[in-house]
């Protein structure tokens, strides 16, 4: 099975578009020393958390298609 790329777009600082959705950080995690990003949906709703930008868009890619494109 051919998988696809699929390629966020900058829109600005800590702000990226990825299939439709919008994907922001939502700050510094002090507890757990990291950067926190959330996947925005249409409705404003966050849905895909995470500690890095690729594993939020693994689990938007997971939500689409069911599974993750590598």
Known sequence: MK???HHAKRL???H????GFKVVCA????????VAWEAI?????????SF???NTK???????DGYEND
């Open 12 to 14: 600005r600082a800590g």
């Open 41 to 49: 949906d249409e409705n404003g709703n966050g849905f895909a958390h």
């Open 27 to 34: 700050g510094y995690y002090h507890p757990e020393h990291k």
């Open 3 to 5: 998988t696809l790329k």
């Open 52 to 54: 890095s930008l690729k």
């Open 58 to 64: 693994k689990l938007i890619d997971i939500e689409i």
């Open 16 to 19: 990226y578009e990825y299939r």
